[in-house]
């Protein structure tokens, strides 16, 4: 995994699954931008409407907080996450979570 691959990231204490974009992966923890993995697609529908309700955040995480970090990737025809709000929205990947 690298900069900027979308990945969702499962966690412990408290437990959440973060979706998004990562930014930097060290010993350390990791640098995400993203969402909780539950809003994903009050996410995608805003970009339809006029209000905005999830508001993307660049996090820190410890290490030690981190139970496993998943690529977001198309499974069969079950496409990933990031491809489905590209979809729906016509936006390209990277103007995603800004």
């Known amino acids: 995994m690298q900069a ?7 966690l412990t ?3 959440e699954q973060i ?3 990562l930014i930097e992966l060290s010993p350390t923890g990791l640098i995400i931008r993203g969402i ?3 809003q994903t ?3 995608k529908y805003q970009f339809r409407g006029e209000e905005q ?3 993307p955040q660049t996090l820190f995480v410890p290490m030690r907080r981190v139970v496993q970090i998943a690529m977001d990737e198309s499974v069969d ?4 996450i990031v ?3 590209c979809d729906y929205t016509n936006l390209a990947p990277e103007d995603l979570l800004k």
């Open 4 to 10: 900027n691959d979308f990945v969702i990231a499962h």
């Open 19 to 21: 979706w998004g974009r």
């Open 83 to 85: 491809m489905g709000i």
């Open 36 to 38: 909780d993995l539950k």
């Open 13 to 15: 204490e408290p437990k």
């Open 41 to 43: 697609d009050t996410y």
């Open 77 to 80: 025809d079950f496409p990933a």
């Open 53 to 55: 309700r999830v508001f």
